[in-house]
Structure formats: C-alpha cells, structure tokens
C-alpha cells in the first residue's frame, strides 16, 4: 500500500497542478486581506465576508475544483496506460488500491485548503480562533467527502473532469442554492452547516440556510464511506470483467499473434536444426 500511496503522490504533484493549488490557496487570503482593508467598520461586514468569501470562493468554488483537479486523476494514469491489471494481480485487498489514492489527493490538498481557510478566518474576524476552527473542521470534511466522489467518479468514467465540473456547478452551485431541501444531498450544504454549527455567533448570515449539523456531520460521513466503498466495488468489477491479458493488448486476436510470434522465436533454432539434412561422411579416398 505504500509503495501505491508514494506513486499516486509521484502521479499527483504535477508542475501545472502544483501551481493551479497554489493560486488558489492563496486566492482567498489575498482577497480577505483586501476586504478586511476595504470594508473596516462596515456593519455588513460579516455577512459580507461569510456569504462571498467563505461560501462562494471558498467552500463553493475553490474546494471542489482543487479536490477535483487532483482526485478524478487518482486512476487516470493507470486506465490510460492501461497498466490498471498489473495492480489487480497484486495479492492485496481492493481497498488497498484505492486507499492510497484517496490519501495522496487529500495529502496534497487537503493542508493547503485547511490552512487557507483558517489563515483568511483569522484576518477576517480579527484573529478569533473559535470560526477558524469552525472553518477547518468544516473544510476538512467536504475534502475528505469530494476525494471519495471524484474518486470514485475517475473510476468509472475517462472523462471524469467534464462531468465532475458539471456536478459542481450544477448540483452544488445552481441546484443547491435555490432548491430548498437539496442541502441534505449537498457537501456544499455539509460544510456550510458544520461551520454554522461550530460557531453560531460569528456565522449568522448562515444560520437560516443550512441544515442541522449531526444532519451534516452523518451526511458527510455517510458520502464519505459510501462512494469510498463504492469505488472499491467498480475497481474490483473493472478489473474483473475481463481477462488480464486484455487489458494490456485489447483483443484475443492480438493476443494470440503475441503468443504465436514469441513461441516462433523461441521454437526458431530448435525447427531449424530438425529439418536441417543430415551429413553422411563419404568414403575416404
């Protein structure tokens, strides 16, 4: 499992998508900076920096789009180079395989989003520690919920980014914010409602929209564990529904000229000394 866990962080620590989290960790502190600049004294200034920063750049914008860039890739390697068998072959548990490339997407950006979130809370309510905790905790679990679904979604699906921007900005920007009810289904509406819950007093602009937190506590962890799971279930039925050997050349027919072309090879010398005439030695002069 390790050696899994140090080649999914290998796969995972791309130049361009090293740069892309970086940036976009260090959007919201650059702009709760500006903000905490621009609006000192303002009454409305929390509901402000709650509902625009915390809700809509932070935990709406910037956390699915990290996790994605990084968890619909988990597997990417391995189903385009179509090297997923070699590690069905290995005498490990499924869950085994795709722990590790869970951890490695929630290693890489988990920190920095957590840190990022805490580091714009700090500056945006004076310092406070209590809505930083609240922020960190509740970003820890929409990580820790969009890695397994984005897991799960790089599994069953090569074009996983297409659709995982879909889900993001339809079901948990669009649908999420004008349906009531749908925050039951939402890790948008999990996050949001363990922040809220965690610290009602500095988060009332949140108060009337979300769901009860031990509601969003088990809706996380039940999302958490299911899609986890449930990518387990489609990596052992992918590797499963057909032989090894296509996975690596495609078709049977192929297969069997690799077979048939490297028994020539190795058959070549011993044909070639059977048919080979035998010298009869003429009588001396």
């Not at 699915?64 to 968890?71: D, N």
């Not at 490339?101 to 890489?108: E, R």
């Not at 495609?250 to 059977?274: C, F, K, V, W, Y």
Request: charged fraction near 15%; charge should be neutral.
């Amino acid at each position: 499992m390790g050696a899994i866990f140090g080649l999914s962080i290998r796969q995972l620590t791309g130049r361009w998508r090293v740069t892309l989290i970086l940036l976009l960790a260090a959007l919201p502190v650059g702009l709760a900076v500006i903000i905490n600049l621009a609006a000192e004294g303002d009454a409305a200034f929390n509901e402000d920096f709650t509902n625009i920063l915390l809700d809509g750049l932070l935990v709406a914008g910037i956390l699915p789009i990290v996790t994605m860039a990084l968890a619909t890739s988990s597997f990417g390697n391995e189903l385009e180079d179509k090297t997923l068998g070699f590690l069905a072959l290995m005498p490990v548990a499924r869950w085994r395989i795709a722990l590790p490339k869970v951890l490695a997407s929630l290693v890489i950006c988990g920190p920095l989003l957590v840190a990022s979130g805490v580091v714009a809370t700090l500056l945006g309510f004076d310092g406070e520690v209590r809505p930083a905790v609240a922020v960190a905790v509740a970003l820890s679990a929409g990580v820790l919920a969009y890695a397994a679904i984005f897991t799960w979604l790089g599994l069953v699906t090569t074009r996983a980014l297409p659709f995982a921007l879909v889900y993001v900005l339809l079901w948990e920007g669009v649908i999420s914010t004008f349906m009531s009810g749908v925050d039951y289904l939402s890790v948008r509406g999990y996050s949001l409602a363990i922040m809220s819950g965690l610290d009602e007093a500095r988060f009332p602009a949140l108060e009337d929209r979300v769901i009860e937190l031990p509601a969003a506590i088990g809706g996380a962890a039940i999302v958490t564990v299911v899609f986890y799971c449930w990518a387990c279930a489609v990596c052992n039925v992918w590797m499963c529904r057909r032989p090894p050997a296509l996975l690596y050349r495609g078709s049977s027919t192929e297969d069997e000229d690799h077979r048939n072309h490297q028994r020539s090879i190795r058959m070549g010398p011993a044909r070639h000394l059977e048919r080979r005439p035998l010298l009869r030695a003429g009588p001396s002069a």
